[in-house]
């Protein structure tokens, strides 16, 4: 989990675009990293204690994804890979 969020938190530092923004997203994508983390212990449970991890989960996933549609305002679409690729621009 380390290594993702140095590696994301290292190109606004660098480029001295560090901001309260991309601290909100550095939390964001730590959430969705440590979220994987309680998906696996809920499948790995007991029937009996099933819940409290996919709690953990519910929970984590359901505020990151606040946090970065917060992030992104209205323009939800420019979180997605490749977006040029699935919605190309054509100026007609």
């Known amino acids: 989990m380390g290594v993702m969020l ?5 190109g606004p530092l660098v480029a001295g675009r560090f901001s309260m923004r991309a601290c909100a997203a ?5 959430l969705f990293i440590n979220s994987k983390q309680a998906l696996t212990v809920w499948m790995r449970s ?3 204690e099933r819940w409290i ?3 953990v989960f519910l ?6 994804t606040a946090v970065m549609i917060g992030v992104a305002e209205s323009n939800v679409c420019s979180l997605y890979p490749m977006q040029e ?4 621009i054509s100026s007609a």
């Open 6 to 10: 140095l590696a994301f938190a290292a």
């Open 26 to 30: 550095l939390f964001a994508l730590a």
């Open 46 to 48: 007991a029937a009996a």
């Open 53 to 55: 991890p996919l709690t």
């Open 59 to 64: 929970v984590h996933m359901v505020f990151a």
């Open 85 to 88: 690729f699935l919605w190309p």
